[in-house]
């Protein structure tokens, strides 16, 4: 089936790293990419996403790039704050149907001062 | 601005009580979504409705039902609440025009099962 796997947590950075979170899919079709960001106490919210292939989707100064030959959508980000701290979720929308979003576990980012 | 709105932010029960869990979208959607989310584990999917009265078995349905009388509202009820269902429960809804897949969240709603 089609699924999402993303890099175990947490990630522990301290303020101004570069962050890199890994994601990588299987899908049946051609799907939409996502990342969605869920800050404590919060539900999720989209961050970024791109619908084909070598877009790159950008927001808050994190971006990712829609590798088909390698089926990944990585998250990078140049220079983490601490107000990144949050879990960061990839997902996938298949567009045919009506299909639910289809999740990775999740990643804990902490940034550090 | 676009809002789903869960009913609790907390609630905390007993074990073997009928539990009603209340999600509301304003933004004319004709998806909604119930997840919960554990540590772990991340989101998993427990039901969705693609429109009034129509429902869909998600991932992890054992133990849960679902309601959708109207295009707004989605309630998720736990006929019987046990200790294991202590989690937090996320609603979403979404549009259903073709490559969205856009999806958003209400605040999520923290059960513990007592």
């Known amino acids: 089936g089609d699924s999402v796997t993303q890099m175990e947590g947490p990630v522990t950075l301290s303020e101004e790293a570069f962050l890199t979170i890994n994601c990588t899919y299987t899908?049946?079709?051609?799907?939409?990419l996502f990342w969605y960001v869920q800050y404590p106490g919060e539900g999720l919210q989209l961050l970024l996403k791109?619908?084909?292939?070598?877009d790159k989707g950008s927001n808050k100064g994190f971006e990712a790039t829609y590798r088909k030959e390698t089926t990944s959508f990585h998250l990078e980000k140049g220079s983490v704050q601490v107000s990144d701290s949050a879990v960061y979720f990839c997902?996938?929308?298949?567009?045919?149907?009506?299909?639910?979003?289809?999740f990775g576990k999740g990643t804990r980012l902490s940034v550090i001062a | 601005d676009v809002k789903v709105t869960q009913s609790s932010r907390y609630l905390v029960k007993r074990t073997g009580e009928k539990v009603f869990l209340e999600c509301v979208q304003d933004?004319?959607?004709?998806?909604m979504f119930w997840y919960r989310q554990d540590p772990g584990l991340g989101l998993r999917l427990i039901y969705f409705s693609y429109d009034v009265k129509m429902k869909e078995k998600g991932d992890i349905p054992e133990g849960y039902s679902v309601s959708r009388e109207k295009k707004e509202r989605f309630s998720l009820i736990l006929e019987s609440a046990s200790t294991n269902q202590t989690s937090m429960y996320l609603c979403a809804s979404s549009s259903l025009s073709p490559g969205q897949g856009l999806a958003f969240f209400g605040q999520g709603t923290r059960l513990t099962v007592v």
């Open positions: 997902a996938l929308f298949l567009r045919s149907g009506n299909t639910p979003l289809v």
């Open positions: 791109a619908t084909k292939a070598d």
């Open positions: 899908a049946t079709g051609y799907p939409s």
């Open positions: 933004m004319d959607h004709e998806n």
